[in-house]
């Protein structure tokens, strides 16, 4: 008896040390598994590393799509990248080069600005257009003594695209000193009208434009030699210009207009004839109020458009009434909108000016 009762104990005994062992055995393997997981990584600090990485040996689409990558970065992780990029601008890969100008282009930060510059003697026509595009867009002040000689160089009785990029790009820095320079160049009749053009963009931008200017500007609209185009531009300026002396001119060559029979006539000028009238606006010119609006009952989805926007522009509240029409009523989604805009304008400065008022 006293045999089995021991028999039984031990047993018990080898039982239990079987199940600590197994205890311990998996405690043992779940502390493994543990250590196996992987460390969790920022993911985005794991991009930045990987852009790295191509940027310094990846082949030319890897790095073009890297710069795009990039752009979703926060900025502190895109600045950490300049050492690479500024190798980068070293290479003559032309695709290579362009995402660079382009990425400079997007990023809020300014460091790599200057570096940019030196493209514009490319010899690629698409990496000069971009870099001067990218130029007037953040407005890179290094830029303009490049600029200035490449615009005293040109030759303006040649088609060269280059000529209006440079033009283009100047023109946003508002600088001065080439006034008197390309007003000559605006007087000369052997010089591309293209190239007048955007002449005439620049010298509308500057901030305090001679009178001598201005009233060649008008000469050149109420020239019926000159060039459709060109005396559509000359328009465009004396109204951002705000030269309000140009206002009786601009009124009678609407109503001459107006008044020819020839329907292929009217039909080119009708570029000019929009335009004096957003001059007009521009110069606060009563008159052109009714005319905007006889415009907004035009059969032509595109004149009631553009009347809508121009009537927007005066931010008044007697077009509140009309607008609300349109915007319910005109069987245009396009002018529904452009009035919805127009009065969201129009409301937005009588609010402002209740504020103004209430707190006097």
């Given at each position: 008896m006293k045999i089995l009762r021991y028999l039984m104990i031990l047993t018990f005994l080898i039982a239990s040390a079987n199940i600590s062992q197994n205890e311990l055995l998996a405690a043992k393997k779940q502390k493994e598994v543990k250590k196996k997981e992987p460390v969790k990584v920022d993911p985005k600090l794991e991009l930045v590393e990987r852009i790295r990485l191509v940027f310094k040996y990846g082949n030319s689409s890897q790095i073009t799509d890297s710069f795009t990558k990039m752009l979703t970065l926060k900025e502190e992780d895109q600045k950490s990248l300049i050492p690479q990029i500024k190798e980068l601008l070293k290479s003559h890969d032309v695709n290579i080069q362009k995402s660079i100008i382009q990425s400079i282009g997007d990023v809020k930060w300014n460091d790599?600005?200057?570096?940019?510059?030196?493209?514009?003697?490319?010899?690629?026509?698409?990496?000069?257009?971009?870099?001067?595009?990218?130029?007037?867009?953040?407005?890179?002040?290094?830029?303009?003594?490049?600029?200035?000689?490449?615009?005293?160089?040109?030759?303006?009785?040649?088609?060269?695209i280059h000529i209006n990029d440079f033009i283009n790009a100047y023109s946003s820095f508002k600088d001065a000193s080439l006034q008197?320079?390309?007003?000559?160049?605006?007087?000369?009749?052997?010089?591309?009208?293209?190239?007048?053009?955007f002449i005439l963009k620049y010298l509308s931008n500057l901030d305090g434009s001679k009178e001598e200017v201005k009233k060649y500007l008008l000469e050149v609209v109420n020239n019926e030699k000159e060039d459709i185009n060109l005396r559509t531009n000359a328009v465009r300026s004396l109204g951002n210009l705000d030269y309000a002396d140009a206002r009786e001119s601009f009124r009678k060559k609407l109503e001459e207009i107006d008044s020819y029979s020839d329907l292929d006539k009217k039909r080119e000028y009708f570029p000019f004839r929009l335009e004096l009238i957003s001059a007009l606006v521009k110069l606060k010119d009563e008159n052109v109020k009714v005319l905007l609006i006889q415009m907004t009952r035009d059969d032509d989805e595109l004149v009631r458009l553009r009347a809508i926007r121009k009537l927007g522009e005066f931010k008044s509240n007697e077009f509140i009434d009309l607008l609300e029409y349109k915007e319910k009523y005109d069987s245009s989604i396009a002018v529904q909108k452009a009035a919805k805009k127009a009065l969201e304008s129009i409301r937005s400065k009588s609010k402002d000016t209740s504020d103004d008022d209430a707190d006097l």
């Open positions: 790599l600005d200057d570096s940019i510059v030196d493209f514009l003697n490319s010899e690629d026509g698409l990496i000069v257009t971009t870099t001067a595009n990218v130029l007037r867009k953040k407005n890179i002040q290094s830029a303009i003594p490049v600029l200035k000689e490449k615009l005293a160089k040109a030759d303006y009785t040649v088609n060269d008197d320079f390309m007003f000559d160049l605006l007087k000369k009749p052997d010089v591309l009208n293209i190239y007048k053009s």
